[in-house]
């Protein structure tokens, strides 16, 4: 249709444009929806906590130098750790919420991987000058966005690969953070003995040297941060999709209403990490003293959970989404890490075997455990859940980092292994919970994957089905819309090819004859 200008006119019905514009053909790893632009999403996303697990574990691998150049004792040494999870009790909890309502995943994941790079120099300062207060500052703050950016590191991960690679994509992240703690834990004693032998001596100065160069890789996952956050920006124009625009209000009273599956949840994750994680931050010594290892071989035991963990992380991801199951899985992990502590505290057997079960039982627990939380919450409170989550977990090891040290200087590693035990006690009553209240309630966290995926196809498919009948009862309510002769003869002449332009000041006379000629005269074909 022709105006009489000669310009090309509109139909109508054609005037609301598509908000996607149909794009040109990308190259694969340009074009979000391949798999090679996935993979390198997938890869940003593991090396983004990469920074913050080598630094989390410095203590642990540097324990002997840290309570000799610091001189202090076990307790003083473990609230390193507790300081990097106080801010966290309250942090973590806003951490998700702030990514769901005010930052968004993007701005917030830079933010936090932000101060885990600050609160890293800080640490490195607090050595440098002698300080040890300083030290614990510098953990502090390392902690505000140390776990926040677990939570964005999930959300992420959710918000990109939800379905049936979740597992393995969690895999995945667990298993690139259990590489940086592993060559943390290999490597930070070797780079303080290099940098000894260039100062000619031990101290603090030393300390701080090396846990400054440590932080070099919080600046590389803060440059992950940083390219994740564009290519993810970019996808949402690309894909034509607002991301966390669902509609749904988040309230922090939502908490309450959280159910009784998911707070079992957090309970295992509390117990059963209270009895891995501290562990480890005194396990070198504990190798030292007991089994009488030298000091290098003290780091390489110590650092076996990770060492397993890093490739076995993946397998078991994939295992699970394969099976399903989650958790029967979850209940063999926390009786496995029960046996592996019972052979530490009663036995002098190998303590290889035992260490080498606790890092087969870890990987596989963190592959079945933490993917649930999404199958019991709505998507819109899947970071303040994780937030959540990560918030109590952290209460615990906060907790459980004091008493450990207290107990280890006052009892001794006996004791100390037998609350650990304990603590693992409390997880598995808590799995055996789960597994009756998803029984009972008829909860999908036990379900096996193909009956898990055929559900999802029927939920989707009656889903499509409501939508095309939406549709046509909009459709069907629009043809029933009476039709004045006026709007039915306009509809005839555009049918014609005809653009009718018509306007009341034109017609100022009621005389019927004049009227039909003016518009007679007002039609233009083409």
Known sequence: MVSPGGEEERPLLDSAQNDCPQRKALPALCDPRRLAHRLLVLALMCFLGFGSYFCY????????????????N????????????????????????????????????IIFSSFVCVGQVIFAMGALLNAFWVMEAGRFVFGIGGESLAVAQNTYAVSWFKGKELNLVFGLQL?????????????????????????????????????????????????????????DKRAEKILCKEQGKTGEVIKLTDVKDFSLSLWLIFIICVCYYAAVFPFIGLGKVFFIEKFKFSSQEASAINSIVYIISAPMSPVFGFLVDKLGRNIIWVMFAVVATLASHIMLAFTFWNPWIAMCILGV?????ACALWPMVAFV????????????????????????????GTILDSR??????VFFSACICLSLIAVVMLYFVNHLTGGDLNWSAKKREKLQKLAAAEAEKQEKLRRQKEDDLAKLQPKNDFSLRNRYLSKLGAQVLIAKQFFPTEDRAIKKKNLHLMCVFT
């Open 377 to 404: 919450v709505p998507e819109h409170q899947l970071g303040t859940a994780y937030g959540f989550m990560q918030s109590i977990q952290n209460l615990g090891l906060a907790i459980i980092a004091i008493a450990a």
């Open 57 to 72: 574990d410095n203590p642990a691998a540097l324990q002997t130098q840290v309570q000799r150049d610091m001189k202090v």
């Open 361 to 365: 039982a870890y990987s596989l627990l």
């Open 175 to 231: 298993s690139m953070a259990r590489i940086g703690s592993t060559v943390n834990m290999n490597i930070m004693g070797w780079i303080y003995s290099r940098i000894q032998d260039l100062l000619g001596s031990t101290g603090h100065s030393t300390l701080g040297f090396t846990l400054m160069i440590g932080g070099v890789t919080c600046i590389f996952s803060l440059t992950c941060a940083l390219i994740l956050a564009y290519l």
């Open 74 to 109: 076990t307790a003083t040494f473990m609230a390193l750790y507790a300081w990097y999870s106080w801010p966290n009790v309250v942090l973590c909890f806003f951490g998700g919420f702030l990514i769901d309502r005010v930052f968004g995943i993007r701005l917030g994941t």
């Open 412 to 417: 001794g590693y006996l004791f100390l292994e």
